[in-house]
């Protein structure tokens, strides 16, 4: 829906597929991949993981994550990057600078992942993850200490809150980011446990929720006064890279954000 029309909109005759693989034929896909000579290409549960063993080498961010979703051939050689977290702090410096910042994560899971470690390596100072279960809360915390933050200089503060009840967000927080997958369809109405009156207009909130992207944390950031990035934007922001790192061209963004809105009803 946004990867083809960003295609024609370059004027590049290319193909973007969706082609199912079962994990078992993981290994015959990735030389398929090669044999064919594709230039790249995305790749989701249950295989960003499995798939690392099959690259030649990896991106900074993807490998401190341990999990790859774009591919991309460079010189002969097919490279695992992550993304997700890139496209969020690239939707986020449209609105602010995330050096130095202090954000709040709900959840503890991939694209909380994929993010806070983007964030750490863009220069954000303070990382707080507020997830349900402590078990991969805590794992996210360590990741975060450990590795990530000897990659980032060793300067990061990070903190594990378990959620129970109704989240108060610190006045010194800057960026406010939902990464849980609460309020994705069909349960459209589902709510996360976070006290909407503790947001400022100060803070930047934002959704990873794309479908449907107008989610309460949207609705209730903007009313709040808050900068608001919702889900698509960081979907689009994701599949700009990608097609930068494929094509070596710029894509246009309001085209690919339209080809989304068309499938997601915005
Ligand atoms: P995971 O399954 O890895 O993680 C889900 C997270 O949500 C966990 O932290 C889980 O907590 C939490 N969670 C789920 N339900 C509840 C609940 N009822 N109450 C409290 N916490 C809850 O999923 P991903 O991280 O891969 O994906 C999350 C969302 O991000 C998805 O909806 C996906 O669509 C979206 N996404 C969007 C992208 C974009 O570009 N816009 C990119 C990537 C993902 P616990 O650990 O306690 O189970």
Not at 204 to 231: L, M, Y
Request: hydrophobic residues 45%; charged residues 25%.
């Amino acid at each position: 829906a946004m990867i083809e029309p960003a295609f024609r909109a370059l004027g590049l005759d290319w193909r973007y597929l969706t082609l199912e693989v079962r994990p078992e034929d993981l290994p015959a896909a990735l030389a398929g991949a090669r044999a064919f000579g594709f230039k790249g290409f995305n790749c989701t549960i249950p295989h960003k993981v499995a798939v690392i063993e099959h690259l030649d080498g990896l991106g900074e961010s993807a490998k401190l994550m341990g999990a790859v979703n774009c591919v991309v051939e460079r010189d002969g050689k097919l490279v695992g990057e992550n993304t997700d977290g890139k496209g969020f702090v690239s939707s986020l410096r449209e609105i602010a600078d995330p050096a130095g910042k202090s954000c709040v994560i709900f959840g503890a899971g991939g694209a909380a992942r994929a993010i806070s470690v983007e964030m750490a390596l863009a220069g954000c100072v303070k990382v707080t993850i507020v997830n349900r279960s402590s078990e991969r809360g805590s794992e996210l915390r360590e990741l975060l200490v450990g590795d990530v933050n000897a990659a980032c200089g060793g300067a990061l503060e990070v903190d594990f809150v378990p959620w129970d009840g109704t989240y108060e967000i610190p006045a010194d927080t800057d960026v406010v980011i939902n990464a849980t997958s609460i309020g994705l369809y069909p349960d459209v109405d589902a709510r996360i446990a976070l006290d909407t009156e503790t947001l400022t207009p100060a803070m930047v909130v934002a959704d990873v929720i794309p479908s449907p992207p107008e989610t309460h944390v949207v609705r209730d950031a903007r009313a709040r006064g808050c900068k608001v990035i919702d889900g698509l934007g960081m979907l689009v922001a994701q599949g700009v890279i990608g097609i930068e790192s494929w094509t070596g061209q710029p894509p246009d963004a309001a085209v690919m954000r339209g080809g989304l809105e068309e499938v997601f009803g915005a």
